[in-house]
């Protein structure tokens, strides 16, 4: 199995900033995949942003020009920057990661889709 496992979050004045970083560990044969998403309370879980293998990213129109997604393959480790945060951006942010893990059992490669527990991002105003 696959374990991801994110880290960074915490309390921060508007106009501040953070960074998240998420890392991915476990029989990881490829990762293609990684994102952030976010939920806050009372609202659907949605995508911030996530990054291709190749490094293709994709931004939620809320987060483009402040925020920034970026990945170090070698380390199967994913990082959101987030610059000029204002108090919507106020959530618990979500890592996941897709691929391929070897499974010891079937000793094939086999698809995973995880998620992290969560680390939670506030923004005060």
């Known amino acids: 199995q696959v374990q991801v496992v994110e880290s960074g979050g915490g309390l921060v004045q508007a106009g501040g900033s953070l960074r998240l970083s998420c890392a991915a560990s476990?029989?990881?044969?490829?990762?293609?995949?990684m994102g952030w998403y976010r939920q806050a309370p009372g609202k659907q879980r949605e995508l911030v942003a996530d990054i291709t293998s190749g490094g293709r990213t994709n931004y939620a129109d809320s987060v483009k020009d402040r925020f920034t997604i970026s990945r170090d393959n070698a380390k199967n480790t994913v990082y959101l920057q987030m610059n000029s945060l204002k108090p919507e951006d106020t959530a618990v942010y979500y890592c996941n990661a897709d691929g391929l893990y070897y499974s010891s059992y079937s000793r094939t490669n086999t698809n995973f889709n995880s998620w992290g527990q969560g680390t939670q991002v506030t923004v005060s105003s």
């Open positions: 476990g029989s990881i044969f490829v990762i293609n995949g």
